[in-house]
């Protein structure tokens, strides 16, 4: 066995779906990297990393879309600043 990321043996073993490791990514419990070498050694196959892994301006697109979804408040800015000048 290779040392990969779990994401890759699940998809392998059939213990996760696509959609699964496609959550996973958001959640960075795996990455693209990862994938990759999964793919390198057989693990991940071509299609399953195709299906996992956008183009690459498809990620910009939806990191740009996540963040104008999420609003800020003035109290959460404030709490950050807070943190930042108590470190």
């Given at each position: 066995?290779?040392?990969?990321?779990?994401?890759?043996?699940?998809?392998?073993?059939?213990?996760?779906?696509?959609?699964?490791?496609?959550?996973?990514?958001?959640?960075?419990?795996?990455?693209?990297?990862?994938?990759?070498?999964?793919?390198?050694?057989?693990?991940?196959?071509?299609?399953?990393?195709?299906?996992?892994?956008p183009p690459s301006a498809e990620i910009a697109?939806?990191?740009?879309?996540?963040?104008?979804?999420?609003?800020?408040?003035?109290?959460?800015?404030?709490?950050?600043?807070?943190?930042?000048?108590a470190e």
């Amino acid at each position: 066995m290779f040392n990969l990321n779990f994401w890759c043996y699940a998809l392998k073993w059939k213990w996760a779906t696509v959609e699964q490791v496609k959550m996973a990514i958001t959640f960075n419990d795996v990455t693209k990297e990862d994938l990759e070498k999964g793919l390198a050694v057989g693990i991940v196959t071509q299609e399953q990393f195709d299906a996992i892994v956008p183009p690459s301006a498809e990620i910009a697109d939806t990191t740009a879309e996540q963040a104008e979804e999420v609003p800020v408040t003035d109290e959460q800015l404030t709490t950050q600043e807070q943190q930042t000048n108590a470190e």
